[in-house]
């Protein structure tokens, strides 16, 4: 069974910095698209970041120049580095990935339980 679980997040001031990990575990025949989604309180789930299995990057432009996603794909694993923080970036921060768990499957969407990122003024 697949699973993804995010570690990194906690409490920091604003203008720090964290880095958040997303590791897989269970069966997989492939992975695709990797990404980070957060949810503030109150509010739905946005995008944040996502990067394929090439290794093409997309941020939206809230975070643009100060959050960096990356993959390593001999781990299974995607990062965000989260720099220049600001109390708008509090929220719980998910990890999701297209994979294929076996051979003739189809693609499907993985999440993982979130992570709590948040920001003091």
């Known amino acids: 069974q697949v699973q993804l679980v995010e570690s990194g997040g906690g409490l920091v001031q604003a203008g720090g910095s964290l880095r958040l990990s997303c590791t897989t575990s269970?069966?997989?025949?492939?992975?695709?698209?990797m990404g980070w989604y957060r949810q503030a309180p109150g509010e739905q789930r946005e995008l944040v970041a996502t990067?394929?299995?090439?290794?093409?990057?997309n941020v939206v432009d809230s975070v643009e120049g100060r959050f960096f996603i990356s993959r390593d794909n001999t781990k299974n694993t995607v990062h965000l580095q989260m720099n220049s923080l600001t109390p708008e970036d509090t929220g719980v921060y998910y990890c999701?990935?297209?994979?294929?768990?076996?051979?003739?499957?189809?693609?499907?969407?993985?999440w993982g339980q979130g992570t709590q990122v948040t920001v003091s003024s």
């Open positions: 990067i394929t299995s090439g290794g093409t990057t």
């Open positions: 999701t990935a297209r994979i294929v768990p076996s051979f003739g499957s189809a693609w499907s969407r993985y």
């Open positions: 269970g069966r997989m025949y492939s992975i695709g698209d």
